[in-house]
């Protein structure tokens, strides 16, 4: 398959191929190899790596220095940890704790010190961390990168058949989250079952009517041979246009009717803009939906 956000870029290769296993629910099991997301598995760890070891030298920067509060091995141990499992690398860095004991020397008593000054010899505990990437398991781990399983009921369909289905589901998601923002379907507080199912059903034929405008707008730019339109703000190019992108276009369109008593002196009809003509003119609706003035 193409790359999905470079088309110039390395093709994305898929190996798929059945488990001999089944599911707990009895369902047909697939493992899918992508390439591209081996690399985006390999640069995810690697980063991880390097800001979990970079955690570490911040601890060690704090372990060496003049007024160190660490007393305690564990309470060093249990710092390092904590750092490895706030950026994730927990499982690819591996440390030790190394305890060093320093003498300390301080005047017996207070005063200028002198040649017959006694002295107190104190011994301070300092710790010392040492870290290295965890060989094992980053071994182990590369040999899955890239990989996903699939779970599916289709037993008829090929393992590139179930693959193209599954890449197709964003577009079914798609609507899922048009219902939710776009027409900002919300909880409701119906107690008839039948009244919440014929609220919902309105709102699915408004997504039918959704998928239907972009279709026949999609179609009608590849007709037109018209790339992208500049339907984003700063008119930016839009290829791929949603109904509700179309509709915002004309939302500031407006008529006003001159009364003079119940008598209309003047219609004043909207002025649709280059690109408002455009689309209604891709989309096959005429100039007199909107009584245009010429």
């Keep these: 398959m193409p790359h999905p956000r470079r088309p110039d870029g390395p093709p994305d290769i898929y190996r798929v191929t059945d488990s001999p296993i089944r599911s707990a629910?009895?369902?047909?099991?697939?493992?899918?190899?992508s390439s591209l997301k081996a690399e985006q598995d390999q640069s995810a760890r690697q980063g991880r790596i390097e800001k979990g070891i970079l955690a570490l030298e911040a601890l060690e920067t704090r372990l060496r220095a003049p007024r160190c509060r660490f007393r305690a091995r564990a309470r060093v141990?249990?710092?390092?940890?904590?750092?490895?499992?706030?950026?994730?690398?927990?499982?690819?860095?591996?440390?030790?704790?190394?305890?060093?004991?320093?003498?300390?020397?301080r005047q017996?008593?207070?005063?200028?010190?002198?040649?017959?000054?006694?002295?107190?010899?104190?011994?301070?505990?300092?710790?010392?961390?040492?870290?290295?990437?965890?060989a094992d398991h980053i071994d182990y781990d590369a040999h899955t990168d890239g990989m996903f399983p699939l779970i599916s009921n289709g037993?008829?369909?090929?393992?590139?058949?179930?693959?193209?289905?599954?890449?197709?589901q964003p577009q079914l998601e798609k609507r899922h989250e048009?219902?939710?923002?776009?027409?900002?379907?919300?909880?409701?507080?119906?107690?008839?079952?039948?009244?919440?199912?014929?609220?919902?059903?309105?709102?699915?034929?408004?997504?039918?009517?959704?998928?239907?405008?972009?279709?026949?707008?999609?179609?009608a730019m590849q007709a037109a041979r018209i790339h992208s339109l500049p339907l984003y703000p700063e008119t930016r190019l839009c290829r791929a246009p949603t109904t509700d992108r179309l509709l915002d276009l004309?939302?500031?369109?407006?008529?006003?009717?001159?009364?003079?008593?119940?008598?209309?002196?003047?219609?004043?009809?909207?002025?649709?803009?280059n690109l408002q003509m455009q689309i209604l003119n891709l989309l096959g609706v005429p100039d007199s939906a909107y009584n245009v003035s010429r």
């Excluded at 629910?25 to 190899?33: A, F, K, Q, S, T």
């Excluded at 008593?109 to 870290?131: I, S």
């Excluded at 219902?179 to 309105?202: D, G, M, N, Q």
């Excluded at 008529?255 to 002196?265: F, K, Q, S, V």
Aim: net charge positive; with cysteine.
């Design 178 to 219: 048009q219902l939710k923002t776009v027409h900002a379907v919300a909880p409701v507080l119906l107690k008839s079952v039948a009244r919440i199912e014929a609220l919902l059903f309105v709102y699915f034929l408004a997504l039918l009517l959704d998928a239907l405008i972009e279709r026949e707008m999609r179609r």
């Design 250 to 273: 004309f939302h500031d369109l407006q008529r006003h009717d001159l009364y003079a008593g119940p008598r209309c002196m003047q219609v004043f009809h909207p002025q649709l803009s």
């Design 25 to 33: 629910e009895g369902y047909r099991i697939l493992w899918v190899y």
């Design 155 to 168: 037993e008829k369909l090929s393992g590139a058949e179930l693959l193209v289905k599954y890449k197709y």
């Design 77 to 105: 141990a249990e710092c390092a940890a904590a750092a490895l499992t706030a950026t994730d690398a927990q499982r690819w860095v591996a440390f030790t704790v190394e305890e060093l004991r320093e003498d300390q020397f």
């Design 108 to 134: 017996a008593r207070r005063g200028r010190p002198g040649p017959h000054t006694p002295y107190v010899r104190r011994e301070r505990r300092r710790f010392r961390l040492h870290w290295q990437p965890d």
